[in-house]
């Protein structure tokens, strides 16, 4: 069984990808024997009616029968009654996690309203995904420059809020050993694989971390799912390590929040 905690509905407004509408995402998941997928939408990057939004999303979760999607809320402290689009995450559609865009929608990580807004996570016992990166800086569009999301506060947040669970999503190509090993001082942060890169990285991201830290993630429909199978398979972990990374701490988060 495989749990993708990092997968995303809708269309990236830049470019088509290979797996941008619901069915073939979902025949993609089948597949490789995912299971289960935490699921944001990308229009929550963009949109100013989030509570649309993620509407949408938990509607689209809720038809799906192939797979089980798991919604993930877009909410932004930045725009008027976010306060409002928590509540109906949590309450109305049933949500286990937030999946926040800090970069996208203009706020820092010691922004006093980030600090509300986990807060507010923290006592509906939702986890909160932050994404650190969307796509490469590389391909982005030049009247679109995003740079990625600056973690540096997140230490003294977590500290804070020693039950909040908090996993990181697209951190590998920002986030060095030392930082995380910094973070990972909290056992509710994790980190996903979808852009861990290079031979052995994933078995390097565990020797950093341990296993109970690192979660399967694709990335979906931007990168290829293929990608982060084949990451795991490469790094040649034990059956614990594998089961843990490919499941078992998606369960173990989900089954807290309970």
Known sequence: MIIDVNANLSRWPFRRTPCDELPRLVDK???????????????????RDLG?????????????????????????????DWQEDVRRCAEDYRMPGLRLHPNYHGYRLD???????????????????????????????????????????????????PNLRLLLLNSQATLRAAELQRLAASDRLGVDLAMQ?????VGGLVRTLG?????????LPLYALESAVLKV??????????QAIECGNAQ????SGS
């Open 52 to 80: 649309g939004v993620n509407q949408r999303l938990a509607d689209a979760c809720r038809g799906e029968r192939r797979v089980q999607l798991v919604p993930f809320g877009s909410v932004n402290p930045r725009l008027p």
């Open 29 to 47: 998941l089948q597949t490789h024997g995912v299971q289960q997928a935490w699921v944001g939408s990308l229009d929550g990057l963009f949109h």
């Open 211 to 219: 296993h109970g830290r690192v979660f399967f993630g694709s990335h």
């Open 233 to 242: 398979r490469e790094a040649e972990l034990d059956a614990g390590a594998r």
């Open 252 to 255: 173990r988060w989900l089954g």
């Open 111 to 161: 922004d006093p309203a980030c600090a509300q807004l986990l807060d507010l996570a923290d006592q509906r016992q939702l986890i909160v995904q932050i994404v650190v990166r969307m796509d490469d800086v590389r391909v982005q569009h030049p009247l679109m420059q995003v740079a990625d999301v600056d973690v540096k506060p997140l230490a003294e947040l977590l500290a804070a809020r």
């Open 197 to 201: 890169e290079g031979v052995g990285g």
